[in-house]
Structure formats: C-alpha cells, structure tokens
C-alpha cells in the first residue's frame, strides 16, 4: 500500500496594512525628530567654492537624518563682490547677517542691508536673481531658508545663468 505524507505547508505571514505601514512611518520620524540635533556648529561645516558662490550648508537632504527639523534647506552664502547668476522659483527667505548689497530680480535693482529679509517671490517661470556686495572689500553675508516639500510642490527648478568668478569647475551650465 502507498503511503501517503501530509506536509503542512507554512501559513503566509500576514501583510502589514498600508495604514499600519504609514502610522509606522510617521511614528518613526517623530521619534527622529525629537531625538534629531539640535544644534550645528557652524565651525562644523566647511565653505565651499560652488558656482554660484562661497557657500556653508548648514541643512541639507544630506544631513536630515540627523536632525529635529528634516525638510529645511539652509546655507549662508560670503559675498564678496556678486554671486553668480540663476533662475528658480521664488517663495524663500534670504535673512542678511552682515553687510550691505543689493539683489536683481528680473532686472529690477532691490537694496538690502544687515538685518533685513530678502523674498524672493513665486511667480510664473520662476524668478532670475544675483546678489551683489555694495562695500567690496568689507563682510556681506546672508542666510536662505527653504523649505524643500513647499519647493518641490512649486514644481521649482534652477537653471544657472551665470556662475560666480572664483568657479574653476565645469564650464557648461546645468539646468535641473
């Protein structure tokens, strides 16, 4: 007679539930946030010669993980004569810590000077901007605030017009 085996197969493992999947992950990143930095030392962060300027980044999608408030772009730029030159989509904050300049906007000339706040505005196309320290030779230094989900829901994009004179990388202008 033929003997017949019975194996009991392993039952699958339940799905986690997508809700289950999203409560987890909003879980997780509260519990992130509240144990994130709360402070970068700014000695902590290096300078760097980009072709849009001599830049710090302080918050970047980089360093996110580390810290209480992911999401936020921020980046104190040295002018010493101007930036390079550049096209995005506005809705941004630029808080001057130092010195005195201007900012074309469109070909529109705006004075600034330490303690004030630059918005760059939303608009059709985006906006095409340079900075420019009035006082060569003397400290301009500012401080842009992104919030990048806002920035992303514009649909921003850049496009460098211009680099900065000190640029010794590529030649060719990247559009992203």
């Not at 996110?64 to 550049?86: A, C, M, N, Q």
């Not at 906007?105 to 340079?130: F, K, S, T, Y």
Request: hydrophobic share 35%; charged share 25%; aromatic share 10%.
């Amino acid at each position: 007679m033929v003997e017949r085996v019975v194996e009991r197969g392993r039952e699958p493992e339940p799905q986690e539930l997508v809700y289950e999947k999203i409560f987890r992950s909003q879980l997780e990143k509260t519990q992130q946030m509240a144990a994130g930095k709360v402070v970068i030392h700014g000695k902590d962060v290096p300078w760097e010669q980009s072709r849009q300027g001599l830049l710090k980044f302080i918050l970047t999608h980089l360093n996110w993980h580390e810290v209480g408030t992911p999401g936020w772009l921020i980046f104190v730029h040295d002018i010493k004569r101007h930036s390079g030159k550049h096209r995005h989509q506005g809705g941004l904050g630029i808080f001057v810590l130092e010195g005195v300049g201007y900012t074309i906007v469109n070909g529109v000339r705006h004075d600034w000077e330490a303690g004030d706040l630059i918005v760059l505005p939303v608009m059709a196309g985006g906006c095409e901007h340079q900075h420019f320290n009035s006082q060569p030779g003397k400290p301009c230094l500012w401080c842009a605030f992104i919030y990048d989900p806002f920035r992303e829901a514009l649909g921003s994009s850049i496009e460098q017009k211009e680099v900065h004179p000190d640029w010794h990388g590529p030649n060719e202008m990247p559009h992203a």
